[in-house]
């Protein structure tokens, strides 16, 4: 796979969607923050102290900060599964502690513990994550007609990847959305990669935004390694949608530089994985990448970010202390029954 | 001449050969080539990726594709991954290829096979955790079956290759390193044949994969307090009453296990048949040891809600009072 993916087209109309220095600071931030959070789960998880299993965001986490960060509280996002979503999540402000608590089966869990990693934030307007590839794309058709109905001027930010768009519901949603204009990103974050398939085999096109053109729905395609020009995107997209002018697909090319998931042999097809490709691929790992512009362009001096480094590594630890003081849940049979149904107002009488 | 083999293996070996015995054969699912599951292991590099085929995530599609492919002559064999992927592609797998001879006047055979890792136990919670086999088994035109040995596993899934109806035959993975005795030779364990894996005279517990593992371990825990007769249905469509029957005619208490929901579960269909045929060899009414109908949670409350050995013994218990 070629470490340095080409992109043919990259974010434009600086005009509205350029990123202000506080912005791009927001954004580096929220890099580090991601990026820590997915350290600590990789390590967990190697060291058997995580439910389930873990799909390693490493190299990979830009795309969903870009996403994520400036959507307003009441925009609808649906985060890609890869880090189980929390890049996403906590830049859209997503606490940690209770997807952590989670992960690890705990009561004070964001789905008091029944589900292992499925998040659970209809707070910040995340809904019905499911490890059902593709299970995003019908609902986000929903949220934007109730976003349209309502008239609030929301957005729906769909994040998925590659592999997603082998889903027939992907199509039926590109459809449905263009046909009524919904408020919907396609947000698409193309690691070249499903499991062990190759997007290039999988794929007849090279862009998975090509199927963009079919349905006359704009697109964009953006480096993905590169946060602030995944977030420009994002708020080109979101502006888009915003004004009425109905959905954007939005590809970023980005890379895995992990296996597919922890214990999983890195195969493409049915040979491994090359290491120097994976090494090479590494140059353009985002927080690497990140660094070197805020660096150059003196946003932040190497003594700021060892602080952001310190301040983000000290508030994942102290969600990890937070979940794992927090006790199994006590719910048996007959109490977790009186959870399957939602309550009617008579219910209450 | 036999030789002990890991169960997965044992369906590794079913495919191969019958891939080898049939070139109509062919494997179709997601990542097969590499093996999510040693299953497939290798078989790309003896048969090439026109018979061990990588689809994109196109559960739909890679059904279809099946369902067509087997009414133009090929055999299909189509790997879901995890069972509850094949709700992905409902329709396609139970309606039309269900109902396909019947409705199109018994003219076209349609051999294909479905399968799946599934199973509770890995605290996954209800995407990767649920069965699949009681909804398939609600759907007539399909046969359904699972496996509890490797002997079963490499027999079953012969016959269910040359099978000239969709069979669905799920594997659980609790059981994929189990060992056991495979022939070296050609065989098959026909579908619709029960077998009896633990004699015994005072009660009859129907269970199978995981469960089938629990139901004997509490039998060997009751030796000499109660004789335990444990009953594999291997298939349950079609299903061996005759065997149940008899069984019952022996033990006259039934306790039918299964790891799958109370509600519309196989095990209501097979309380109910039971009651149709057998009501007078029995001496109290039939338990049933299931999932309640919740979402099968993950973390440490799965265990709390899954039939288990405990769960078992005391339904044994209750139904020899
Ligand atoms: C319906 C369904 N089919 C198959 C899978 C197994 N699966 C889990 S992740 C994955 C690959 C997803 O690829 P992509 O969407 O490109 O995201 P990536 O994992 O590469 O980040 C597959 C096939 C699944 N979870 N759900």
């Known amino acids: 796979m070629d470490a340095n993916p080409p992109v043919r087209e990259l974010a434009m109309s600086i005009s509205n969607t350029a990123l202000t220095i506080e912005d791009r600071k927001l954004l580096f931030t929220n890099l580090l923050r991601a990026d820590e959070y997915d350290r600590t789960m990789y390590k967990r998880m190697m060291s058997g102290k995580l439910l389930g299993f873990y799909h390693p965001g490493e190299g990979a986490i830009a795309p969903g900060i870009g996403a994520a960060t400036f959507l307003n509280q009441d925009d609808v996002l649906s985060p890609h599964h890869r880090a189980h979503g929390m890049a996403h999540a906590l830049a859209k402000g997503v606490d940690l502690k209770p997807y952590l608590a989670e992960h690890t089966g705990k009561a004070g869990g964001c789905s008091e513990g029944r589900s292992s990693f499925h998040m659970s934030f209809p707070e910040h307007k995340i809904y019905m994550f499911s490890g059902f590839i593709g299970f995003n794309f019908a609902p986000a058709v929903g949220y934007g007609y109730a976003a349209k109905l309502s008239g609030k001027g929301q957005v729906v930010m769909m994040c998925s990847g590659d592999g997603s768009y082998g889903q027939g519901r992907a199509h039926e949603a590109m459809l449905m959305a263009q046909n009524m204009k919904l408020p919907i990103i396609f947000w698409c974050e193309n690691n070249g990669l499903a499991i062990h398939a190759e997007a290039s085999e999988m794929h007849p096109m090279p862009d998975i935004s090509s199927l963009a053109d079919g349905y006359g729905m704009p697109k964009r395609i953006v480096d993905g390694q590169d946060v602030f020009a995944c977030a420009e995107a994002a708020r080109e997209a979101i502006d888009h949608a915003r004004e009425g002018k109905g959905p954007m697909f939005v590809e970023c090319k980005t890379l895995r530089l992990k296996e597919h998931d922890i214990g999983t042999p890195d195969l493409i097809g049915s040979t491994p994985r090359s290491k120097e490709d994976i090494l090479k691929q590494a140059e353009r790992e985002p927080v690497k990448l990140a660094m070197q512009k805020v660096l150059a362009d003196g946003l932040f001096t190497m003594d700021e970010i060892d602080d952001l480094r310190t301040a983000a590594r000290a508030e994942v630890e102290a969600a990890w202390d937070w979940a794992d003081a927090q006790p199994f849940p006590e719910d048996g049979e007959a109490e977790l029954m009186t959870h399957v149904f939602a309550p009617n107002a008579e219910d209450a009488a | ?321």
Request: glycine share 8%; charged share 20%; hydrophobic share 45%.
């Open chain 2, 1 to 321: 001449m036999t030789r002990q083999l890991p169960f997965i293996e044992a369906i590794r070996e079913a495919l191969r050969e019958e891939m080898i015995h049939d070139d109509k054969v062919f494997l179709v699912g997601q990542d097969i080539r590499g093996a999510i599951y040693p299953h497939t292991k290798g078989l790309v590099d003896e048969f090439g990726p026109d018979r061990v085929v990588d689809t994109p995530i196109s559960e739909s599609g890679m059904y279809g594709m099946a369902s067509g492919a087997a009414l133009q002559g090929y055999r299909p064999v189509v790997d879901f991954m995890f069972g509850g992927f094949t709700y992905v592609t409902f329709s396609e797998a139970t309606v039309t290829t269900g109902q396909q001879y019947f409705l199109h006047g018994s003219k076209s055979n349609m051999p294909l096979v479905i399968t799946a890792g599934v199973g509770a136990g890995m605290r996954l919670a209800n995407d990767h955790s649920m069965a699949i086999h009681g909804t398939f088994a609600h759907h007539p035109g399909i046969k359904v079956a699972m496996p509890s040995t490797p002997y079963d596993a490499k027999g079953m899934f012969k016959a269910a290759i040359r099978d000239n109806s969709p069979v669905v035959i799920p594997w659980h993975m609790a059981l994929m390193m189990d060992k056991g005795e495979v022939p070296d030779e050609d065989y098959v364990v026909p579908l619709g044949k029960a077998d009896i894996k633990r004699e015994g005279a005072d009660v009859t517990v129907v269970a199978n994969s995981q469960q089938l593992k629990f139901a004997l371990q509490v039998a060997e825990k009751l030796d000499g307090e109660i004789s335990v007769e444990v009953f594999d249905p291997r298939s349950f469509v079609p299903f061996d009453m005759d065997l149940l029957l008899t069984s019952l005619a022996k033990t006259s208490r039934l306790v039918i296990v299964d790891e799958d929901w109370e509600s519309g579960g196989f095990a209501a269909t097979l309380s109910a048949r039971v009651m149709e045929q057998g009501f007078d060899l029995l001496d109290a009414p039939v338990l049933r040891v299931t999932f309640p109908n919740m979402p099968i949670p993950g973390g440490v409350l799965e265990p709390r809600v899954m039939p288990n050995p405990e769960r078992i013994e005391a339904a044994i218990r209750a139904v020899m009072e």
